[in-house]
């Protein structure tokens, strides 16, 4: 029978535990975790049973760090389902984007969620909803801008002394003055 036992010689107990304490991820502090207590001498049973998984599971994450070291350890992050748009369809939607929609001939003025996944249904029969369109927008680096209002007939001096009018009154009907 082989030996289930750390063969390489980095990093040390000190090392680990430093990696242990400051790492974020639940899956990879449970990785160096085991594979401290593989170094302190303990066997892939004792440590299954201490973290409450599989002996095989343990044996796997010392086997991947024996051969490759400790990005060998590593979980990879679950795949997730494909994007329903390719990258040159990403490119165009990108470049619509960057374009005024009245440009395109649409009666909306914003690309707002719904107004994207309209558009992308449109131009390259793929249905998004909503959300997803604005998950897409933003991992395609925009924000959500909406225009603000200027009402034209508003007298800048007439708010400036309502304001003001406000300020007073608000000044000598409060009690705690």
């Not at 990696?19 to 303990?42: F, H, I, P, T, V």
């Not at 490119?91 to 009666?107: C, E, F, I, S, W």
Request: glycine content about 4%; some cysteine; charged content about 30%.
């Amino acid at each position: 029978m082989r030996s289930l036992q750390i063969t390489r010689n980095s990093p040390d107990h000190d090392n680990l535990v430093e990696l242990y304490r400051k790492e974020r991820n639940s899956r990879l502090k449970e990785r160096y975790q085991a594979l401290y207590l593989l170094s302190e001498g303990k066997n892939c049973t004792q440590v299954a049973k201490t973290i409450k998984r599989s002996r095989r599971t343990v044996l796997n994450w010392l086997n991947a760090f024996n051969k490759g070291g400790l990005g060998a350890v590593v979980p990879n992050p679950p795949p997730g389902r494909p994007s329903r748009l390719s990258e040159e369809q990403k490119t165009a939607l990108k470049y619509d984007v960057l374009q005024h929609p009245r440009d395109l001939g649409y009666d909306f003025s914003n690309w707002e969620g719904k107004n994207v996944a309209f558009h992308v249904s449109e131009k390259f029969d793929v249905e998004l909803s909503a959300r997803q369109a604005q998950r897409l927008l933003h991992q395609m680096g925009f924000t959500l801008q909406r225009p603000r209002y200027h009402f034209q007939k508003a007298d800048p001096k007439q708010q400036d002394d309502f304001v003001q009018e406000f300020q007073k009154k608000w000044v000598l009907s409060d009690p705690m003055t």
